[in-house]
């Protein structure tokens, strides 16, 4: 049986849920990543909503924002 790779005592892993109608979710997100900083985030979405970002991307595109 092959070894899983040790992972350093310094590896986080944040998980954060969001509820999509909620007025002040995209300053608390904001907030989170500023914070945390994340190397890698992943994202869960259904096959409709990837069908829809696909459709609708650029016009959505305006109301991102992006952590630098």
Same mark, same amino acid.
């Given at each position: !049986?092959?070894? +899983?790779?040790?992972?350093? /005592?310094? #590896? $986080?892993?944040? =998980? @954060?849920? =969001?509820?999509?109608?909620?007025? /002040?979710?995209?300053? %608390? @997100?904001?907030?989170? !990543? &500023? $914070?945390? &900083?994340?190397?890698?985030? #992943? %994202? ?5 909503? %990837? !069908?829809? $970002? &696909?459709?609708?991307?650029?016009? +959505? ?5 992006? =952590? #630098?």
């Amino acid at each position: !049986m092959e070894q +899983l790779p040790i992972i350093g /005592s310094d #590896t $986080r892993l944040f =998980v @954060l849920g =969001v509820i999509h109608r909620d007025e /002040s979710g995209h300053e %608390l @997100l904001h907030e989170w !990543m &500023k $914070r945390i &900083k994340p190397d890698v985030i #992943t %994202l869960e979405f259904s096959n409709y909503r %990837l !069908m829809f $970002r &696909k459709e609708r991307g650029a016009e +959505l595109d305006e109301n991102y924002f992006f =952590v #630098t």
